[in-house]
């Protein structure tokens, strides 16, 4: 048993499993680049770099990789055992040690990253105030039932669970409290609301002249647009009542039963924010006769409970606060004209690593400027010594 | 003062005419090199910087013509300046100057011309195109709206000297030389904002009322149009709108960086550097053929030394006219690629004195500066240019960017000597023997652990800024895959010889792969045309990448057959009666 586990080991921490899992990382890195130019970077990433395996299409076959995950979790046991544990011990040796602790440290952010961030976009015109921000790629419906009382009560349901699974082609969504049955069909990652005209067919719903068209998703994947047919069950009327939800709706559709009023949007995935930002005045200053952005800066307030306070965020410099981050992202309409009122739009994180990369950019350096200043001392004493 | 007015706007009307009533003279007085020098040092605002009208000459005629000069019809050869100047007062002798390049002479089967004694490559006047050009247009039009890769080699030319023939056109209407500065004491962006004469006479027709200031610009224009067929007077009057621009703050704050700007053209350091690593280049090949005339080593590694020295010192000028740190293009990318690789060459030189670093230093440097050359006249766009917002951060430009570039500079001279090690072996060149290939097996061990630090770090800090503007860390973007290929690369070839899967010649081999990686990261991405690093493309840049990824392929390959071949070798002197040759067995190295 205990030359089993010293097999093992020594495996796990074998330089050629370093060097085999090194070239299969290179290998998904090169075929997830040049997929981006066909598939786009939200689907390339979710398939090569956050997956455990996967299939890569060569044309008439499908080639069987291991996906990022799983190659950079064997990686990092690699190096646990090989480069921590069962590396010799010596003063030749500490840098290597230190440079895979902040080698280690770096894939541990990676998966803080992934595991426990959220990350989303918030856009503002001047005088308007957001307390939440949106997820760009996930759609989420939205329940409300408005009370008489003024009080809102809602309903959030994730993207996942409208899709239906395998096989069926719609999915019901029960709430307790809620005095119907969602039905939810069609749902689309893209689509738009088209008008039915005279001299064509759909084959899905037609609910008052308009059908839900379903589009092939956008390379650029915050481009989607979602949709889907809601129908509710149990309201006691002969004919269930039917809407079309769309991610670009003006507004959510409302309803009315039994005297309890209720309104159902499909939206981008809100994140709530421990503040609300508002921003005051947006500049873009482009280089001197030439529509080349020089600087962009939205001056903000962040509205606390209980304190107000004003804030500049431009681009490189973001605003860090109640372990979010809100920064500089972009700005709109794209192409608008000198005197045209323009929006600001600030990428917002919650990354529990977001400094992690920094210290092991830190610790790395030191471990490689240990160990290879130290070879080549050695190897210019060498040379002295043979002149 | 109403007539006062109408006299200024009928005088600026003239002056705006006057390249037009210029073109019934049939011939005129060459510019008086003192007229080129002050008018090649005018301060002009083009894509968002203040720059010497020289830069800008030059820069239009290597987008017209892909070359910096031309010779008239009179066989004389002309600058750049003198073209402009020719543009600007004498457009029929500017028509007739042949300065439209044409890659393809099918171009001109297209446009239904018929133009006989040229050749398939050639430069044509605007005069002889003229006749074409509405259909040129036309076609542009439709060519354009297509996808560029999706464009046919002819349309993709007709579409490029459509472009040509605009900027000429934009050229001829003085509509794109910015040299009216903005009157002192203004904010916001009219404050910044340059004029030039033809949006300035818009303005006056406008009805708005220009500045005093301004004003005595517009006479002295008005004055040097009215005598530019007296050299002298011309001459005269070139100075002194050099003075009435003076009293102007920006074009006082401005002029220091211009001089340097003009200084930097005119010694034309990357010129003399080239010239220098190219004699060195020879002069190495001369050395290997004949190693005994050690003077050849020595001169070869001073040429090296010129070439760097002029290579740093356009480095460091063009830090200094744009304020900023030696790496913000992609263009001055290949400068600092150069510049690095040919100081650790010269370093690894000095370290151990074989001769072969100094000839790689020699060949990298004329390489680089070659590649820069044929860059600048492929992109022919202003190579100091601004940056768009979130480049604009002279701390990440100078960290990341440096780094990731030394990186970048590492990891291809590593190919290169992996390259030199490969051919020496597989040719078992008499000169190279045991010595020198344990000198290159170290050269290039140090400069694969000097990348991977480079590499490491840079990619790192590429994050860490993503971080600070974007609020990701790593978002697979393709330059990020690049940099971090160079990276896994280095490392797989590191831990791979600390394993004893590759030996001196197995690294060497590995080292020249490595270049295509370096070469796919540095340009390659940037051709997907997907991502945020999607810039820079230009036509031809594909054609020599492909051909560097075959040229290393090869070596590869023939690395691969060396090593068999000597393995076999080897094999055969064990299993014979004197054994003691071969090399040592697989086993893993000290850490």
């Known amino acids: 048993m205990h030359a089993l586990w010293q097999r093992v080991a020594s495996l796990a921490g074998s330089l050629g499993l370093s060097c085999s899992l090194l070239l299969l990382l290179g290998l998904l890195t090169w075929l997830g680049t040049l997929e981006q130019a066909r598939s786009g970077l939200y689907e390339v990433q979710r398939k090569y770099f956050e997956s455990f395996v996967l299939l890569h299409d060569l044309g008439p076959v499908s080639l069987p990789l291991p996906g990022a995950n799983l190659v950079l979790s064997l990686l990092a046991l690699n190096l646990i055992v090989g480069g921590m544990l069962r590396i010799a011990k010596r003063r030749s040796t500490v840098g290597v040690m230190i440079v895979h602790a902040g080698i280690l440290l770096m894939l541990a952010a990676g998966f803080a990253k992934w595991r426990f961030s959220s990350d989303g976009q918030i856009t503002l015109y001047e005088g308007q105030r957001a307390a939440h921000f949106e997820d760009p790629y996930r759609y989420e419906l939205s329940i409300v039932e408005h009370r008489e009382s003024g009080e809102r009560l809602e309903y959030r349901v994730p993207q996942e669970t409208l899709v239906p699974p395998r096989g069926a082609e719609r999915v019901r969504l029960r709430g307790e409290g809620l005095p119907f049955v969602v039905e939810v069909a069609g749902y689309a990652r893209n689509a738009r609301v088209q008008r039915k005209g005279p001299r064509f067919e759909v084959a899905v719903p037609v609910l008052e002249g308009l059908f839900l068209q379903q589009l092939e998703p956008e390379l650029a994947a915050e481009r989607n647009i979602a949709g889907a047919y809601l129908k509710l069950l149990g309201t006691g009327s002969d004919e269930p009542p039917q809407a079309i939800v769309w991610g670009a709706q003006a507004q959510p559709w409302s309803f009315r039963s039994a005297g309890r009023s209720f309104s159902f949007d499909l939206r981008r995935e809100r994140h709530a924010m421990p503040f609300a930002i508002e921003l005051d005045d947006f500049a873009k200053l482009d280089h001197p006769g030439t529509a080349l952005p020089a600087s962009f800066t939205s001056d903000v307030t962040v509205h606390a409970a209980g304190s107000e306070s004003a804030l500049r965020i431009s681009m490189n410099e973001p605003l860090r606060r109640d372990g979010l981050v809100v920064y500089q992202a972009s700005w709109g309409p794209q192409g608008a004209g000198a005197n045209a009122r323009l929006f ?26 240990l160990h290879f200043g130290r070879k080549l001392r050695t190897a210019l004493r060498l040379q002295a010594a043979l002149r | 003062m109403k007539l006062a007015w109408r006299l200024l706007l009928l005088a600026c009307a003239v002056w705006l005419c006057a390249p037009l009533l210029a073109a019934q003279q049939a011939a005129r007085a060459p510019w008086t090199p003192r007229s080129i020098e002050a008018a090649g040092s005018l301060i002009v605002q083009e894509g968002g910087r203040l720059k010497p009208l020289s830069t800008l000459a030059n820069f239009t005629l290597l987008r017209l013509s892909g070359r910096r000069s031309y010779t008239d019809a009179q066989g004389v050869r002309r600058g750049a300046v003198e073209f402009l100047l020719d543009v600007l007062y004498f457009p029929k002798q500017a028509a007739e100057a042949p300065v439209f390049l044409v890659n393809d002479s099918a171009l001109l089967q297209t446009l239904e011309l018929e133009l006989p004694g040229k050749q398939k490559r050639d430069r044509y006047s605007f005069h002889e195109l003229e006749p074409g050009l509405p259909r040129l247009f036309a076609l542009a039009h439709d ?79 008005d004055a040097m149009a009215n005598t530019r067929h007296e050299p002298r007077v011309f001459e005269a009057r070139l100075e002194q709108l050099h003075e009435v621009l003076g ?52 001169s070869c590694v001073a040429l090296c030394a010129c070439g760097t020295l002029a290579l740093v010192l356009a480095i460091v000028l063009r830090c200094l006219i744009r304020a900023r740190p030696p790496v913000s293009t992609l263009y001055e990318t290949v400068l600092f690629i150069t510049a690095v690789g040919v100081i650790v060459a010269l370093g690894l030189e000095w370290f151990n004195r074989q001769r072969l670093a100094a000839s790689v230093a020699a060949f990298a440097g004329m390489l680089g500066l070659f590649i820069a050359n044929g860059y600048e006249t492929l992109d022919a766009k202003d190579t100091m240019p601004s940056l768009v917002a979130v480049l604009d951060t002279n701390f990440w430009l100078a960290t990341h960017v440096t780094a990731i570039t030394i990186g970048y500079s590492a990891g291809l001279l590593a190919a290169l000597l992996g390259s030199v090690y490969v051919i020496a072996k597989a040719l078992r060149l008499a000169r190279v023997g045991p010595e020198q290939f344990r000198a290159l097996g170290g050269m290039l061990y140090g400069v694969l652990c000097f990348g991977l630090i480079f590499s490491i770090v840079g990619t790192i800090l590429g994050g860490i800024w993503a971080n600070e503007s974007w609020g990701r860390f790593w978002g697979w973007d393709p330059k990020e895959n690049g940099a971090l290929l160079i990276v896994i690369s280095q490392l797989a070839i590191l831990h791979g010889r600390l394993g004893g899967f590759l030996r001196e010649a197995g690294v060497a081999v590995a080292a020249a792969a490595g270049g295509c990686v370096v070469a796919f990261s540095w340009w390659g991405v940037n051709l997907l045309g997907v991502g945020l690093h999607s810039y820079g493309f230009t036509s031809g840049i594909q054609s020599a990448l492909s051909s560097y990824y075959g040229l290393q392929g090869g070596v590869v390959l023939l690395g691969l057959w060396a090593i068999r071949r000597d393995r076999r070798a080897a094999r055969a002197v064990l299993a014979g009666p004197a054994s003691g040759a071969a090399e040592p067995p697989r086993g893993r190295r000290a850490a």
């Not at chain 2, 003009?262 to 190693?291: D, E, H, K, M, Q």
Request: aromatic share 12%; glycine share 8%.
């Open chain 1, 344 to 369: 600001s739009t600030f990428a917002v994180v919650r990354n529990p690593a977001d400094q992690w990369p920094l210290y092991s950019c830190i610790v790395i350096t030191l471990g490689m400027l």
């Open chain 2, 143 to 221: 060519y354009g709206a297509l996808d560029p890769k999706q464009r046919s080699s002819v349309q993709g030319e007709l579409v490029l000297l459509a472009e040509r023939v605009d900027a000429f056109l934009r050229l001829n209407r003085q509509e794109s030389i910015a040299l009216i500065p903005p009157d002192d004491g203004g904010s916001g962006e009219q404050a910044q904002t340059w004029l030039s004469p033809a949006f300035a006479f818009a303005a006056l027709s406008r009805g708005e009322t220009p500045s005093a200031a301004r004003q005595r610009v517009f006479a002295a224009l």
């Open chain 2, 247 to 298: 009293g102007f703050a920006a074009v006082r704050e401005a002029s220091g960086s211009v001089e340097l700007e003009r200084f930097y053209y005119r010694i034309n350091a990357l010129g003399w550097s080239l010239g220098s690593f190219t004699i060195a280049f020879l002069v190495a090949a001369v050395g290997w053929i004949r190693p005994a005339w050690h003077w050849l080593h020595r």
